[in-house]
């Protein structure tokens, strides 16, 4: 640690786009933009690997942006994970200032991130699974399953 910012986070790999090339994915900013719950359900489930959905992640977003006017705290979260998950760098500020100041524009340019590496976050984990397995869709294993 130096100068209370740790040495990764100002070192890292930099972002593959910036903060505000909103623009540069339409599809996705128009989804931040118009349904954010969407957005960042989607990102959260990529993030997640799979281990939440896209429906339960952003019917969370919708409960603490009713509620509440803290749901950056909550997306912040999910930033600084994506960033520690691919080294990212923390900038231009730490992620709940990102959050709180420009969250429609963290929201898209962490999609942009996701779609830069490879994933697309519009058909959930499982999508981008089988787009790997190049579709070959791999059964679930299931307890007790018979077995030869």
Request: charged share 15%; with cysteine; hydrophobic share 30%.
């Amino acid at each position: 640690m130096s100068g209370g910012i740790p040495v990764n986070a100002r070192n890292g790999t930099p972002w593959s786009t910036g903060l505000c090339d909103c623009f540069d994915d339409m599809r996705s900013c128009c989804c931040t933009l118009w349904c954010p719950c969407v957005s960042f359900g989607q990102a959260a489930e990529i993030i997640d690997e799979g281990s939440s959905s896209c429906l339960g992640q952003a019917s969370i977003f919708s409960v603490i942006a009713c509620f509440t006017p803290c749901v950056f705290l909550y997306t912040c979260y999910y930033r600084s994970r994506l960033r520690a998950k691919y080294q990212l760098q923390q900038t231009p500020c730490n992620d709940c200032c990102v959050h709180f100041w420009c969250l429609s524009c963290a929201m898209c340019q962490e999609h942009r991130e996701l779609k830069n590496r490879g994933f697309d976050p519009h058909i959930g984990w499982q999508g981008n699974m089988q787009k790997q397995n190049n579709g070959i869709e791999i059964p679930p294993i299931i307890e007790g399953q018979m077995k030869r």
